[in-house]
């Protein structure tokens, strides 16, 4: 859903949005919700500001498995590749214990996979025109929030987890990016062939990043798992 609206002194748009997707394994899913907001207005004839934010949030589950890297150890890799799960005979019964370790039950039985994600783009400048044609001033503060989660469990019964008794893994990742321009701009325009651009200003860069990965495994019981 959108909305926008305006004047002459300037203009403004809202748009948000919501994903509810299901996979076609019946544990994959993939939520989301967004939002953004645009902002255009002028103080005065010489002088405006313009805004923007976005934000979003998602949430997954089976991130793992969407293409065929891992080889044997791959979910879509022993979809394909693994025998008939299903017989066409009602009279027969498969024992998910006759498949063996790694068929692809396991993913859905015995494998989780939970991936959490925030973030949030922010920008606001100021631009200022000089009494000399084609000369602006112009400060601009820009920010990239991000928050990011994942944990995944195997099972015994998975490739991952039956030689170690059970593996358990938690990634996470912040970040947080901003940006301070002070810059001034001239642009002029001499004839259909000659034209003049120029910057100057101080531009100052943040950034901080922090990744963490845990990793257990050799659980003593399985009920905390998937």
Same mark, same amino acid.
């Given at each position: ?99 063996? &370790?790694g068929n692809?039950?396991?993913? @859905?039985? /015995?494998?989780?996979?939970? +991936?959490?994600?925030?973030?949030? #783009?922010?920008?606001?400048a100021y ?8 000369l602006q ?61 120029? &910057? ?5 860069? @943040?950034? /901080?990043?922090?990744?963490? +990965?845990?990793?257990?495994?050799? #659980? ?7």
């Open positions: 859903v959108s909305f926008s609206d305006g004047n002459d002194k300037g203009n403004y748009y809202i748009s948000a949005g919501l994903s509810d997707q299901q996979g076609i394994v019946k544990t994959s899913s993939f939520n989301t919700a967004d939002l953004r907001l645009n902002l255009d207005y002028r103080l005065s004839k010489k002088s405006k500001v313009i805004a923007r934010m976005s934000a979003f949030i998602g949430d997954s589950d089976f991130s793992a498995g969407g293409d065929k890297v891992g080889g044997d150890r791959n979910f879509v890799q022993q979809v394909v590749g693994f025998r008939p799960l299903v017989n066409n005979s009602p009279d027969t019964i498969i024992d998910d214990n006759d498949l063996g &370790v692809p039950l396991t993913f @859905v039985e /015995d494998f989780s996979d939970n +991936t959490s994600e925030n973030r949030f #783009f922010a920008s606001l631009q200022y025109d000089f009494n000399i044609p084609g001033y112009e400060f601009r503060l820009g920010g990239n929030l991000r928050a990011k989660n994942r944990e995944r469990f195997f099972g015994n019964s998975t490739w991952q987890g039956s030689n170690v008794g059970g593996l358990y893994q938690k990634m996470t990742l912040n970040s947080l990016t901003y940006q301070i321009n002070n810059l001034l701009n001239y642009n002029k325009k001499f004839n259909s062939n000659h034209r003049l651009n120029a &910057v100057a200003g101080v531009t100052y860069d @943040v950034r /901080d990043v922090e990744n963490t +990965t845990y990793a257990v495994s050799d #659980f003593i019981t399985q009920q905390l798992g998937s």
